[in-house]
């Protein structure tokens, strides 16, 4: 019966985006430019990309993020550490 319910509500929520559109909330920010997203009702992941338009997020994508995070967080707390 649970997979039932959980079809069904897949099945209702993918519905849903394709009538009215993905509400997409901030999941993950990964620079001040760069951002990762979820859909609230079908859990569909997308980020920013170079050009600033939205891309399905793929496991490079993901991985690219995390490097990118990383590189981003070093320089701030470096810049951070000259001005003080």
Same mark, same amino acid.
């Given at each position: &019966?649970?997979? @039932?319910?959980?079809?069904?509500g897949n !099945? !209702? #929520?993918?519905? !849903?985006?394709?009538? !009215?559109?993905?509400?997409?909330?901030?999941?993950?920010?990964?620079?001040q430019h760069?951002?990762?997203?979820?859909?609230?009702?079908? +859990?569909?992941?997308? @980020? @920013?990309?170079? #050009?600033?338009?939205? #891309?399905?997020?793929?496991?490079? &994508?993901?991985?690219?993020? #995390? @490097?990118? +995070?990383? &590189?981003?967080?070093?320089?701030?707390?470096?810049?951070? +550490?000259?001005?003080?």
């Amino acid at each position: &019966m649970k997979t @039932t319910a959980s079809q069904k509500g897949n !099945f !209702f #929520s993918a519905l !849903f985006c394709n009538l !009215f559109g993905h509400h997409y909330v901030v999941s993950k920010k990964v620079t001040q430019h760069i951002k990762e997203y979820k859909c609230l009702h079908c +859990q569909k992941q997308v @980020t @920013t990309d170079v #050009s600033g338009k939205l #891309s399905i997020l793929t496991p490079q &994508m993901r991985e690219i993020n #995390s @490097t990118l +995070q990383e &590189m981003y967080r070093k320089r701030s707390r470096r810049v951070v +550490q000259h001005v003080a």
